[in-house]
């Protein structure tokens, strides 16, 4: 059963950079079917779709983020990140890992709640 | 961006009971909308993709129509671990894949 686990700090400071990572176990996201995301939620907002990595390197961002953010594997430990810089209040989130399985996120993982805060 | 827009926002419902969730898209989007469950502390679960085929080990009383630009998600026979909050996703426009509000469904 594939499984995905978030892990990170959960408080980063203003104007700096909010660093996650996800380790997949059950699969390998080497594999050519999948691509591989993160997606937050904001307290009190909806879900809102970051961006993925498909296991090439190649990437998709959602336009909202395009300029902050940065997402990559690392093949060796089956995992991968998320980084997003100069962050505010407002990336105050819980933010999950995902798969994507083109379509659909048929696979997530529990979210770690990051607050943003001096 | 594709605007999501789910109704109700929160609805109340008892055990036994059939519930029906709506989420309307701002444009066409065809067939790709995906339906999900999402508990408090849990992972997130995919229950419909496609607008009607059921994801793999989800109970057959949750049903989706739809296409275009209406869809919705009933819940028959709704069960105590029913009661989370459900939300649509469009997966035509790759970017961005956008989510709806969501629905709380309690007791």
């Known amino acids: 059963q594939l499984q995905l686990q978030e892990s990170g700090p959960g408080l980063v400071k203003p104007s700096e950079t909010l660093s996650l990572t996800c380790t997949v176990s059950?699969?390998?996201?080497?594999?050519?079917?999948?691509?591989w995301g993160w997606i937050r939620q904001s307290p009190g907002k909806a879900l809102e779709w970051i961006g993925n990595?498909?296991?090439?390197?190649?990437?998709n961002y959602n336009p909202s983020f395009q300029s902050r953010v940065t997402i990559s594997l690392d093949t060796s430990k089956n995992q991968f990140s998320l980084k997003l810089i100069s962050v505010t209040a407002a990336d105050t989130a819980r933010y999950y890992c995902?798969?994507?399985?083109?379509?659909?996120?048929?696979?997530w993982g529990q979210g770690t709640l990051v607050t943003v805060s001096s | 961006d594709i605007q999501m827009t789910q109704s109700p926002s929160s609805l109340s419902a008892s055990v036994g009971d059939s519930v029906t969730i709506t989420c309307r898209a701002s444009q066409n989007v065809y067939s790709y909308v995906n339906w999900y469950q999402v508990k408090p502390g849990k992972a997130p679960k995919l229950l419909i993709f496609g607008a009607s085929t059921l994801q793999s080990g989800v109970p057959s009383r949750f049903r989706g129509r739809g296409s275009g630009t209406d869809f919705t998600l009933t819940i028959s026979s709704l069960q105590f671990e029913d009661f989370a909050v459900y939300y649509c996703q469009q997966s035509y426009a790759v970017t961005p894949w956008t989510f709806g509000q969501g629905t709380m469904v309690d007791i």
């Open positions: 995902a798969r994507r399985n083109w379509q659909k996120v048929d696979y």
């Open positions: 059950g699969g390998s996201i080497s594999s050519a079917n999948y691509y």
């Open positions: 990595v498909y296991y090439s390197g190649s990437t």
